[in-house]
């Protein structure tokens, strides 16, 4: 598989269509805060509205992949891709390299608002769908993981 074709299995197992949304949230924090749109808090945006839903959705797939086979709705830019699980290794490593890379910036803001904003989005990320946690499978947990997730993102836009 080439990289061209690596870098569009992420994008789709990441659902584009997320993006706004994400960077919708980070901006209301800003605008809530009354925070200028400095170089670095744009960029973070930038990161957390591309690899937080890589993260998230990415290990959904990963660990769903036998349900989403036999759902009809994967193969849409809203509801994601029925991820082959050849692809398991890279999706969970772009995933954790994600992860890395959302932690590293947000320990070069130097906020310590931010840095716990960062670590709680991608913890619920993981926490949501990877086994043994899997707060998508515990009913109540899994609405208040996802309003936490909304929250956190907020909260990093809010935190500049």
């Given amino acids: 598989m080439g990289i061209m074709s690596r870098l569009w299995l992420l994008v789709k197992v990441s659902r584009p ?3 706004p949304l994400v960077a919708l949230l980070f901006g209301l924090g800003l605008a809530i805060s009354g ?6 808090a744009f ?6 509205a591309i690899l937080l839903p890589l993260i998230v959705f990415g290990i959904n797939d990963v660990y769903d992949c036998r349900a989403d086979a036999i759902n009809k709705r994967k193969q849409s830019a809203i509801h994601g891709i029925a991820l082959e699980e050849r692809h398991h290794r890279f999706v969970s490593s772009a995933a954790l390299a ?5 932690a ?5 803001t130097r906020n ?3 840095m716990v904003a960062t670590a709680i989005a991608i913890s619920l990320g993981w926490a949501y769908s990877e086994p043994p946690i899997r707060l998508k499978e515990k009913p109540v947990l899994d609405s208040l993981s996802n309003n936490a997730l909304v929250f956190s993102v907020i909260l990093l836009g809010y935190s500049y």
Avoid: H
Wanted: a neutral charge.
């Fill in 17 to 19: 269509l997320s993006w």
């Fill in 35 to 40: 925070a200028a749109i400095t170089a670095m």
């Fill in 43 to 48: 960029l973070q945006l930038l990161l957390i």
């Fill in 98 to 102: 994600s992860t890395i890379a959302l």
């Fill in 104 to 108: 590293v910036f947000s320990a070069f």
């Fill in 112 to 114: 310590p608002g931010n």
